[in-house]
């Protein structure tokens, strides 16, 4: 089965930092542009990072910017969240995809053919 399986998340205090991963599971990550994308209750889904193979270069939300890394092991198809300082209106549920077919950033979110569980990320003193 095609998925990802994300992790990390947990409760946070606000200023806090977490690291979420992104595993790959029945395929490899080496060609593919992974996103994160995150879901607050009562918000639509929103993007929030992509890294692309093709330069390994990443594109940030405005709201994430400065904020959160992101990276990717290919060795260990994996990619990572590094989120810093991290803020209450961070609070969501945060997946990973990506669509099988673009080696660049950004990705449409209607085209994303693979996702994962997600993992909740809770931001809150």
């Known amino acids: 089965q095609v998925q990802f399986v994300e992790s990390g998340g947990g409760l946070v205090q606000p200023g806090g930092s977490l690291r979420l991963s992104c595993a790959a599971s029945g395929f490899t990550l080496d060609y593919d542009a992974i996103g994160w994308f995150r879901q607050a209750p009562g918000k639509e889904r929103e993007g929030v990072s992509c890294i692309g193979f093709s330069d390994g270069s990443a594109t940030y939300a405005d709201s994430v910017k400065g904020r959160f890394t992101i990276s990717r092991d290919n060795d260990k198809n994996t990619v990572y969240l590094q989120m810093n300082n991290l803020k209450p209106e961070d609070t969501a549920v945060y997946y990973c995809?990506?669509?099988?077919?673009?080696?660049?950033?950004?990705?449409?979110?209607?085209?994303?053919?693979?996702w994962g569980q997600g993992t909740l990320v809770t931001v809150s003193s």
């Open positions: 995809a990506t669509d099988r077919f673009s080696s660049s950033c950004p990705l449409t979110m209607r085209y994303l053919k693979v």
